[in-house]
C-alpha cells in the first residue's frame, strides 16, 4: 500500500466522563482557578501573581517562579485522604453504580477515560482486561472489546501501563515509543535480535504482505523442535520472537483477537482502516507535547496526582529518577488551569494536583454524597496496579500469589480486591469452573478492623452474583474462609438475592 504523506494524526480528545459540572474557566488574574463556593481554595502568593502566565511559562511551568511559589507555600487545597480517595474512584469510574444497559460506546467512553487498559493472559477467572470493564460497567457483552479492536479500530494494542489497550485516538502519542523500540525494550533485545535474525524477519514480513493478517499459530514450528523450558515465553518457533520484536518496532500492530490469539497484520493496513489513510511520521506531535498530553489524561484517570505516582500509569520513564520532571509536567496543568494543587493529610508531597473539574464534586462530597459502589478489582486495575498509590489512598497491600508456590501463598492464586463504598475492604480468590458452570469462591478475607456486617456481606455477595452472570455461571459456590462467622454470613448471603449497593 502506498504511503500518503502529510496525512496529520489524529490528536487525542479524551472525553471528559464525569457527572455533569460547570467547566474550569482557567486561570485568572489572582492565579486561582475560576471555580466559585470554594472555601476551601487559598489566594495564590502576591510573588505568583507578578509572573504572566506565557505561552512559554504554560509549556515548562515549573520552571516559572510564579507556579514554583504555587507549591512552597500552604497548599491551594486540602484533602483528607478519604476525600483523594473518592475523587480517585470518581475519575476511575467506580463511584457511581453501572449503567442497566451497556453498548459498544460505553465500553470505549470507559477506555477512553482511563486512558490505558492492561492486558494479562491469565484467565483463571477471565483475562484482567474484561474484568477492569466489568468492575466499572457491570455485565456486559465482552465480544464489544474485540469489536473495538476490529472492525470498529476505536482501540488498539501497544506498550502503554504495560501490554495494554490504548484509544486509537491517541496512536500518536505512542508513535514515539514505536520507533524507539530498540533503545527501550529489554535493554536493546529487540533490536539486536532483529539485526542477529534479519532472514527470519523478512520471511515473517513477507508471508504477511502476502497472505494478510496472521496468528503465531499460522507459522509452522521447525522440524528439528526442541523441548523448552516452563518460562521459555516465546517457545521454540524463531518466527514467534519475530512477530513481538516487529509488534514493540511498531512494524506489525494486532489487527484482531481469536480466541484470545493474537492476529497480526501490517501497521499501514490496520492504520488505513482506522483513519482512512496511513497517518505520516513527519506529522507526529513533539516529545514535549506527548508529555503533556500524558500528563492530562493521567490527570483525568487518576483524579488526584501525585509526582511520585505520575510515571507508573504508562511508565513513560523509570519512577525513581523523574520526580522533578512529574513536578513540572504537574505545574504545567496547573497553569493552563486543569489542575490545582492540593495536599492530602498524612501524605504531604510537594507538587500533588487535583484535576479541576472534579472541584464540584468535591464540594458535593463534602456535603455528604459519598461513593455507593461495591464491586470487585482485578489485581491489574489501574486503581491498584501502583502499589504505593494503593497503600497511599486504601492503606491496601496489592498481593499477587500466582508465580508463588502454594504452600508459600498467604492469600490465594489469584485475589481480587473488594471495593466497597469507597474503601477496599478485603479481597476474595476465585477461580471459573467453566465446565461445570461455577464461579468458586475458594477464599475470602476483610482487613484489619473491618467487621462483618450485613450490609457489607449483603453487598460482596450480590457483586460475587453480578460477576459470575457475567462470566456465564450459574451459581456461585463457597469453599472456604478462615472466619467462620464470615462464612457462615457469606453462605446465607449467597442463597439471598440483592441488590450488590445501597444508597447510604
Not at 365 to 372: D, H, S, T, Y
Not at 433 to 441: K, M, N, Q, S, T
Amino acid at each position: 500500500m502506498k504511503k500518503k504523506a502529510n496525512v496529520p494524526i489524529p490528536s487525542a480528545s479524551v472525553p471528559r466522563q464525569f457527572i455533569s459540572r460547570p467547566p474550569c474557566r482557567g486561570v485568572g488574574t489572582t492565579g486561582l482557578v475560576h471555580c466559585q463556593g470554594r472555601t476551601d481554595v487559598r489566594t495564590v502568593p502576591a510573588r505568583a501573581r507578578a509572573c504572566p502566565l506565557t505561552a512559554s511559562t504554560r509549556q515548562d511551568g515549573a520552571r516559572c517562579p510564579a507556579l514554583r511559589s504555587l507549591y512552597d507555600p500552604v497548599a491551594v487545597l486540602r484533602l483528607t485522604v478519604a476525600e483523594a480517595r473518592a475523587l480517585h474512584l470518581l475519575a476511575q469510574g467506580l463511584f457511581h453504580r453501572p449503567p442497566r444497559r451497556t453498548r459498544d460506546r460505553d465500553v470505549q467512553a470507559t477506555i477512553e477515560r482511563l486512558g490505558v487498559v492492561q492486558i494479562d493472559t491469565i484467565s483463571v477467572i477471565h483475562r484482567s482486561q474484561y474484568l477492569v470493564l466489568w468492575s466499572r460497567l457491570g455485565p456486559y457483552d465482552a465480544a464489544a472489546l474485540d469489536r473495538l479492536l476490529h472492525p470498529s479500530r476505536a482501540i488498539f494494542e501497544y506498550w502503554g501501563h504495560a501490554a495494554s489497550i490504548l484509544p486509537m485516538t491517541r496512536y500518536s502519542h505512542f508513535r514515539h515509543r514505536m520507533l524507539a523500540a530498540h533503545e527501550r525494550v529489554y535493554g536493546g533485545w529487540t533490536e539486536r535480535w532483529i539485526a542477529e535474525n534479519p532472514e527470519t524477519i523478512a520471511a515473517t514480513l513477507a508471508r504477511i504482505r502476502e497472505n494478510g493478517p496472521m496468528a503465531s499459530a499460522d507459522f509452522d514450528a521447525p522440524e528439528n523442535r526442541r523441548r523448552t523450558g516452563p518460562w521459555d515465553w516465546y517457545g521454540p518457533k524463531d518466527s514467534r520472537i519475530a512477530l513481538d520484536a516487529l509488534w514493540h518496532r511498531g512494524d506489525l500492530m494486532i489487527h484482531s483477537r481469536r480466541n484470545g490469539q493474537k492476529i497480526y497484520d501490517l501497521r499501514e493496513r490496520v492504520l488505513a482502516e482506522a483513519f482512512g489513510e496511513v497517518p505520516d511520521d513527519s506529522a507526529l506531535p513533539s516529545v514535549e507535547e506527548v508529555d503533556r498530553a500524558h500528563a492530562r489524561t493521567t490527570l483525568r484517570a487518576l483524579g488526584v496526582v501525585a509526582p511520585s505516582w505520575y510515571h507508573d500509569y504508562f511508565r513513560v520513564k523509570p519512577r525513581r529518577a523523574r520526580l522533578a520532571e512529574a513536578r513540572d509536567l504537574l505545574a504545567g496543568l496547573v497553569a493552563e488551569g486543569e489542575a490545582v494543587p492540593a495536599t492530602i493529610d498524612g501524605l504531604e508531597e510537594r507538587g500533588t494536583v487535583t484535576d479541576s473539574a472534579l472541584l464540584a464534586d468535591l464540594d458535593r462530597l463534602r456535603a455528604g454524597a459519598w461513593p455507593v459502589r461495591t464491586t470487585l478489582l482485578s489485581p491489574f486495575d489501574s486503581t491498584i496496579w501502583d502499589r504505593q498509590r494503593a497503600r497511599a489512598l486504601f492503606g491496601f497491600e496489592v498481593v499477587f500469589e500466582a508465580y508463588v508456590p502454594p504452600l508459600r501463598r498467604k492469600y490465594g492464586y489469584y485475589c481480587l480486591a473488594i471495593l466497597h463504598r469507597g474503601a477496599i475492604v478485603g479481597r476474595v480468590d476465585l477461580k471459573m469452573d467453566r465446565a461445570g458452570g461455577l464461579l468458586r469462591l475458594r477464599g475470602i478475607w476483610l482487613e484489619p478492623g473491618v467487621r462483618t456486617g450485613a450490609r457489607l456481606v449483603t453487598s460482596i455477595a450480590a457483586s460475587l452474583r453480578e460477576l459470575g452472570e457475567f462470566l456465564g455461571a450459574h451459581d456461585v459456590v463457597l469453599e472456604g474462609s478462615s472466619e467462620p462467622v464470615l462464612e457462615r454470613e457469606m453462605q446465607r448471603a449467597l442463597r439471598r438475592d440483592g441488590p450488590a449497593d445501597e444508597e447510604a
